[in-house]
């Protein structure tokens, strides 16, 4: 696979302050790659320098194996969406769509062919000769959307695209601009704060902190083996305990939480006595009330807490649980056919364990 | 009862605004070279009005110097409105600082400024100082007829317009021109008739050579005010109201 975006040791300064750090990447021609963090965590720089409206500090960017030192956006085979769409609104969306032609100067025949493709490609054939102003949000997503890919760029840049439209139209775009970049086959790079967009539409996620890359992976490596403590906490929510390797053999360790011992696999080299977080996602806990652990002989092993909230959420139910030692759990479960009642009464007393495996150990962050 | 009180309130401003107006344009048609009375109709005095070749030159003065002022003055100005939205610069503060002095500063010092700048130069006061003038009073006016419509643009129109291969002359001209030509035509507009009606400034920069219509007025009034006048003001008042209509119209359009 190659590189059509190799990004080398970039910095970036303004007055001082350093808004990236030394930032290595290589997006994968083709590939729906998403740069996700907080705001001000340096991302939306990042892809302004790639689009060429900033210059970086230090460091190089290449762009289909040429560095794009000192060239101008246009010339840089990118085009960027940006979030406010930014739609001429003195132009009809035919005009929108077919400025960036006019001003390469092609032939009137192929701007008109290339604008209805595009026309046709965002289903906006009927409204061509409408003003951005009498179109519905998604509608002006579409057609910024389309004057970019109308350029035939090798990758396409897009700032928070559907940061303004409402949740639903959100969800419906997700899935659209997703199926856009398969039938296009262009390599689009995503900025965005909002995790769950991140996973449900990327091949990979680039997590951006205070201008440094955290990880990189797929949506699945992210969320499953996050490298680090600040990455568990953004992706996802997570019940985080902190503890102290007990004993170290060949493959596993032994861990105290909650009172209790646990051997788990030893997966990332954790050494006898280092300070260590543990990880559980909400969902990889299962709460057993009493009727339904009875039976069991190894019901000592598991952790004791009770129920302080009962969320259903349809699908699902979350709860907030309370242990012993007073540390807040949240738990999701799931109506299958494993517990199909899930029919948990406040204050009641249950007994919480995960499939072991499915936790995360992670060395301390200094 | 308080319809009725609002209803005569809304009468009495309209009278008070527009009775003096009327007034004149009344008059205009009256039959009598001197009276207040009401002596007839007639048209004699718009006759008068159009063989009086020494007037129509005066006329053709006035909106020679009005137009070119009004064109010249909203091109700077769009420019310097456009650069001090989009760009920063050194003394950008202070720019903006003095186009608003410039639009509060009493036209009597402007004049006199005027005439000790023009007399230091050592130019003759004729048609390239008033027009010089009126350029310079018109301008603060322009960029803030300008500026007020192009603030809140969005920036990243920009930024796209380039990302899309456009430079900084297509920029300007297939995006920031019409996307403002609301703005352009009023500001336009009110330079046309600022210039067209100043007296003070006028006063102090124009020669004897190039004679224009507020001046010509302002002398004539001082002999007494003849039907003549009358009927010359009301024509000037029925073009500005056309103008006032075309540009309702440009807008409206756009």
């Keep these: 696979m190659n590189n059509v975006i190799k990004v080398r040791n970039i910095t970036k300064v303004y007055h001082d302050t350093v808004v990236l750090e030394s930032i290595n990447l290589d997006v994968n021609s083709g590939e729906f790659l998403t740069l996700l963090g907080p705001s001000g965590c340096g991302k939306t720089t990042l892809l302004r320098l790639i689009s060429g409206f900033e210059e970086p500090t230090a460091g190089s960017i290449m762009i289909n194996g040429r560095d794009v030192k000192g060239l101008p956006p246009h010339l840089r085979d990118v085009n960027t969406v940006f979030q406010s769409y930014a739609l001429f609104p003195h132009m009809t969306v035919y005009e929108n769509i077919a400025f960036g032609l006019k001003c ?56 928070e695209p559907l940061s303004a439209l409402d949740y639903s139209l959100r969800k419906n775009m997700q899935i659209e601009l997703k199926s856009l970049q398969r039938k296009l086959g262009i390599t689009f790079i995503l900025v965005t704060h909002d995790q769950e967009e991140a996973l449900s539409m990327s091949d990979r996620v680039v997590i951006m902190d205070e201008g440094i890359i955290q990880q990189v992976g797929t949506p699945r490596q992210i969320y499953e083996s996050p490298n680090s403590l600040h990455v568990a906490k953004f992706i996802g929510e997570a019940n985080i305990f902190e503890t102290e390797v007990l004993s170290v053999s060949e493959n596993h360790l032994q861990l105290r939480i909650e009172g209790k011992i646990f051997t788990l696999s030893n997966k990332r080299g954790a050494k006898l006595g280092q300070s260590v977080y543990m990880l559980v996602r909400p969902e990889d806990l299962r709460a057993w009330d009493k009727s339904e652990i009875i039976d069991r002989e190894d019901k000592d092993e598991l952790i004791q807490a009770t129920v302080e909230q009962v969320i259903y959420k349809g699908s699902t139910v979350d709860l907030i649980l309370r242990t012993a030692s007073g540390k807040r759990l949240s738990a999701t479960e799931f109506f299958d056919e494993d517990d199909e009642d899930l029919d948990y009464k406040i204050n009641e007393t249950v007994w919480v364990e995960w499939m072991p495996g499915w936790e995360v150990i992670l060395p301390y962050d200094e | 009862m308080n319809k009725s009180l609002s209803a005569s309130y809304l009468a009495f401003i309209y009278v008070i605004l527009y009775l003096p107006i009327l007034v004149l344009i009344v008059f205009s048609f009256n039959n009598s070279m001197f009276s207040g009375l009401w002596h007839g109709a007639t048209l004699k005095w718009y006759r008068e009005l159009f063989h009086d070749s020494g007037l129509q030159v005066i006329a053709i003065h006035s909106l020679i110097i009005s137009f070119l002022a009004s064109t010249v003055a909203t091109f700077i100005g769009l420019l310097g409105a456009v650069a001090l939205f989009k760009y920063q610069f050194f003394g950008k503060k202070l720019l903006n600082g003095v186009v608003f002095i410039m639009i509060v500063i009493p036209d009597l010092v402007l004049g006199i400024a005027f005439l000790i700048l023009f007399h230091a130069l050592n130019i003759s006061l004729g048609f390239w100082t008033l027009l010089l003038a009126h350029i310079t009073f018109c301008i603060p006016f322009v960029v803030v007829t300008i500026l007020s419509r192009i603030t809140g643009t969005d920036k990243n129109l920009f930024e796209a317009a380039k990302d899309l291969g456009a430079n900084d002359f297509i920029v300007f001209s297939k995006i920031i021109v019409p996307m403002l030509i609301p703005g352009i035509v009023a500001a336009w507009l009110l330079s046309f008739t600022l210039s067209f009606d100043d007296v003070v400034i006028s006063t102090f920069v124009s020669g004897p050579d190039f004679q224009i219509l507020p001046l010509y007025i302002f002398s004539q009034v001082k002999l007494g005010v003849t039907p003549e006048l009358n009927a010359l003001c009301s024509v000037i008042l029925l073009l500005t109201v056309v103008m006032a209509l075309i540009a309702q119209m440009v807008l409206k359009k756009k």
Excluded: C, W, Y
Excluded at chain 1, 106 to 131: F, H, N, S, W, Y
Excluded at chain 1, 133 to 152: E, P, T
């Design chain 1, 104 to 159: 390469k100067k092609l032939p009137k025949t192929e701007i008109a062919d290339r604008v209805q493709e595009a026309l046709a490609m965002v289903r906006l054939e009927k409204l061509a000769g409408r003003r951005p102003a009498q179109l519905s949000g998604g509608q002006q997503q579409r057609v910024a959307i389309a004057r970019a890919v109308v350029n035939k760029p090798l990758v396409l840049l897009l700032d």
